[in-house]
Structures are given as structure tokens and as C-alpha cells.
């Protein structure tokens, strides 16, 4: 069976020249090893593969609620969610897991984390001698131990170095998550401690707070020191938990939820990226190919001293080896996204982009139409998200007016056609920029008279203009 290292960073230990890190080395659910040691010595660890977290106060782990009309476009959108509300600055990385779609709204689970963090990881542990298989957020391992002995609701407090995390868990995943900085000595009190946690979990959802929810206590809080794990009827639960490994003594599971947890961390609250996840396949299968190739290898050269004859049957074999490996190539390349993909994609973000936004190109074409004369005809309209500058615009033709664009505003290029003389067509498109004044902010406005070249040709005049549209101010 092969042996796994699962291996917790914690970002304060790591960059403060200490450089400890907490590991268990695992053959399946039987513990070898376990311990805390420098980070540099987990190399001498023998291993199949890693199994990693990163504890820092910056990881995002919770249930999201999204404006978002398909599946696919949900990473994308939560990542300009998560952005624009400010939870991350710098860079990171994300996994969604999309619970639904359905008009409009998309719920996904999503798990994020610091690129530094990530990066931290990867250049500290190993990975170049061993397999990374899972990269996850501590949050993701407790929720993942806790759902591994039950489906249903619980309300779980996990503490660890000076934080209290409260995360209300459901089928292996993170629906809420609270987290606080609390001062070590003053919690570790036993007549103290409650208090602090009934205020902490005042904001859960009511499923995991109603008097039936079950409810945990996990890591080395204050309840470690009475045993005090399971609360509201839940010790079964706790029990459970803390045998599903062997080698261990049972508090060691409840007091270091997120190291054990990682055994069960799903595919989707992995934060391996692509790149290195297909290394990580390839280095998965290639020694189990090897071997077969070799024995199959060695099994045809035996045939062909055999007997020269049998040269064409392993000319067969052989060709015959190579055709799935053929197939799976192509159907590697057939799974690349083709430009009409990536454009289409592109298209559909403009569009969520637009309907997030609030504009309804249907009620402007209809009051185009109204505003238009019987000699007026719309010929082009294109709409784009205004780009937000400062300072003003400068016209190249006559401009009405110019003003920088605002949040949500929309861009909406107009050309027109005027039949009739310069005299009529001049007079139309002035009552026409009077109209459409109406909708917002003019800008490039131009007007060319077409002069008669021929007799055949009926005179006539091209009209154009942009106009700067505000959902908030459109009726």
C-alpha cells in the first residue's frame, strides 16, 4: 500500500525563521509517524505522496450566491465577487464548486487562498521528489473530517494559535464560516471560554444553531483539557471521528482536525493547479505504465528469440499498445478549448456583464424606435461597458456635451440615415439629438450631408452619435 505525507504549514511558523511544520506519515488509515518538525527535514520522510495545508488568516472558505447565468461562468464571477468586496488584494487562487444554476443566480461552494501562501508551500515541501495531490485550506480538512462520519448539519469551533474558527459544515462542505482573533491565556479559561464562542456562533444560519443542531469542539482548545469535545448531543459523532485512524491515540484526531482531514479533502476544494495537477497525474500512472511496459517489453523480446517468425505478431501487439495511447492523445487535444471557445466565452461574460448591470437592450430599442422620424433610420447600434476615466473626452466632431463615465454606466453607439435635403435632414437631426438627449449624456456627435452625384441617387444624410446611458438613471 502506498504511504502519504500530510503536512500543515502554518504561515506564522513558516516565515518567522522557525520553520516548524506538523506531520503525519500515513500508510492508508494507519499512522506511522506523526509530529512536528523543520520544514527542511520533512525531505528525509519516505512517501508516495504529499497531502498539504495552509493555515493563514487570509484563506476564504465558505458558500457563495452569485449573478451568474451559466455554469461556466461562475469561477469567473466569483473571483470578481471576492475582488470586489475586498477580500483579497494580492493574488490568489480558486476552485468553485457549483451547487445550481437557475434564473439568473448561481450557489457555489468556494475555496480560495493567498498565491504566496501557495507558492510558500510548494517551494518548502518536496514536491519535486514526491507528488503534491492536494493543496487545501484548513477549513476545507476539518469540514472534510467532520462530513466524513455524517451528512447532516454541524456547527463545528475549531481553535488554533490564538484563533477561534466557527464553520458550520454539511456533506463535506463549508456553508458558513466566522473567524476571530481571540487572546490565548484569556480564553484557555474554563469559566471564560463559553461566553466568547455563545457570541461567536450568534450569526449562524439557524440550521446549525437550532436546538437539535449538533454541534463540535475541535483543536487545542480549552475544551481538550476536560474532554469536552461534543456538545448537544453529538458524542457518537466525536467518537466516530477519532477512530477512523489507527496509530494514533484518539484525542490526537479531534485535537488536529485540519492534518487528518486531508485525507478526505475533495477533488473540488483542491488548490493544485493545472499545470502541476497533470505532472501530478502523469507521475501517478507513469510507473504503473512502466512496469507494464517493461514486463510487456520483455515478454515480446522473449517471443522474438523464440522464433523469428512470431517478429509480425509483436509488430501487432506492439501497434496494438500504441493505439489506445494514439486515442488518448487525441482525445487530450480534442479537450483543449478552440478560439471559437474562448471567443464565445468572452461573449458570454460581456453579456452577464450587461444583464448583472441592469440594462435592458430590448426597452432601448423600443424607445429608439419611438423617438425616430419616418425619414430617420437606425442603421448600427453597439453597446459596451463605459471604461472609467478621469478627465474629459475630446470630440472630433461637434460634441453635445462630455463627462467622464461613471459605475455602471454603458456606452451606446448610434449611425442613423436622413433622407431629405440638408435643409429637412439637418432639421430632423436636430430634434432627434433633442430625443436622445433624453437618455443620457451625448458624446462625438456628427452629422455629413451626402451631396447629389446623381440624379438617381435620392439626397440623404449620415447621423451619428455616443451615447453615455446610466442604469441607475434610465426609466
Known amino acids: ?80 465577487q471576492l475582488e470586489q468586496d475586498g477580500v483579497f488584494s494580492d493574488r490568489f487562487r480558486l476552485q468553485t464548486e457549483v451547487i445550481s444554476v437557475r434564473d439568473g443566480k448561481a450557489e457555489a461552494y468556494a475555496v480560495a487562498c493567498l498565491e504566496d501562501d501557495a507558492e510558500m508551500a510548494m517551494e518548502s515541501l518536496p514536491v519535486q521528489e514526491r507528488p503534491l495531490v492536494r493543496l487545501a485550506v484548513p477549513e476545507s480538512a476539518v469540514a472534510a473530517l467532520v462530513g466524513r462520519v455524517t451528512p447532516e448539519p454541524v456547527l463545528v469551533l475549531w481553535y488554533r494559535a490564538g484563533f477561534l474558527t466557527c464553520l458550520g459544515v454539511s456533506r463535506s462542505r463549508v456553508v458558513w464560516h466566522r473567524a476571530q482573533r481571540v487572546e490565548h491565556d484569556s480564553f484557555m479559561k474554563l469559566d471564560h471560554w463559553r461566553a466568547i464562542v455563545e457570541r461567536a456562533v450568534a450569526g449562524a444560519p439557524v440550521e446549525f444553531v437550532a436546538g437539535h443542531a449538533l454541534r463540535v469542539n475541535l483543536g487545542a482548545g480549552p475544551w481538550a483539557q476536560t474532554s469536552a469535545w461534543a456538545t448537544n448531543g453529538s458524542q457518537s459523532l ?85 493505439a489506445p495511447l494514439q486515442a488518448r492523445h487525441a482525445q487530450v487535444q480534442a479537450s483543449l478549448p478552440s478560439d471559437a471557445a474562448v471567443k464565445e466565452l468572452q461573449s458570454a461574460l460581456a453579456m452577464n456583464d450587461v444583464l448583472s448591470g441592469g440594462m435592458r437592450v430590448d426597452q432601448l ?5 419611438r423617438m425616430a422620424q419616418p425619414n430617420v433610420r437606425l442603421k448600427r447600434i453597439d453597446i459596451a461597458r463605459a471604461k472609467s476615466e478621469t478627465g474629459q473626452r475630446e470630440a472630433k466632431a461637434t460634441t453635445v456635451s462630455t463627462a467622464a463615465p461613471r459605475k455602471n454606466d454603458f456606452v451606446v453607439k448610434l449611425d442613423f440615415t436622413i433622407a431629405g435635403s440638408y435643409g429637412e435632414s439637418k432639421k430632423s437631426a436636430e430634434q432627434l439629438v433633442v430625443r436622445l438627449a433624453e437618455l443620457g449624456t451625448l458624446e462625438g456627435t456628427r452629422f455629413d450631408h451626402v451631396q447629389d452625384q446623381s440624379k438617381q441617387a435620392a439626397p440623404m444624410a449620415m447621423f451619428s452619435t455616443n451615447i453615455v446611458l446610466n442604469t441607475k438613471t434610465l426609466p
Not at 512536528?36 to 476564504?60: G, K, Q
Open 1 to 80: 500500500m502506498f504511504e502519504s505525507l500530510y503536512v500543515v504549514l502554518d504561515r506564522a511558523t513558516v516565515f518567522d525563521g522557525a520553520r516548524q511544520a506538523e506531520f503525519a506519515h500515513m500508510r492508508g488509515r494507519r499512522v506511522l509517524s506523526a509530529g512536528v518538525c523543520p520544514v527542511d527535514e520533512l525531505v528525509t520522510l519516505a512517501s508516495s505522496t504529499l497531502r498539504v495545508t495552509v493555515v493563514s488568516p487570509m484563506n476564504f472558505c465558505q458558500r457563495m450566491s452569485l449573478d451568474a447565468f451559466r455554469r461556466s461562468l461562475v469561477p469567473y464571477v466569483a473571483r470578481r
Open 238 to 322: 466525536v467518537d466516530r471521528m477519532s477512530k477512523i485512524f489507527t496509530g494514533v491515540p484518539p484525542e490526537a484526531v479531534l485535537r488536529s482536525p485540519e492534518l487528518y482531514g486531508l485525507a478526505f479533502v475533495p477533488r473540488a476544494a483542491n488548490l493544485v493547479m493545472n499545470g502541476y495537477g497533470k505532472r501530478v497525474r502523469a507521475w501517478t500512472w507513469g510507473r504503473p505504465a512502466a512496469a507494464i511496459a517493461a514486463i510487456c517489453g520483455l515478454a515480446l523480446g522473449g517471443a522474438g528469440l523464440l522464433s523469428s517468425a512470431s517478429a509480425e505478431r509483436t509488430w501487432d501487439m506492439a501497434a496494438s499498445m500504441a
Open 365 to 369: 430599442l423600443a424607445r429608439l424606435t
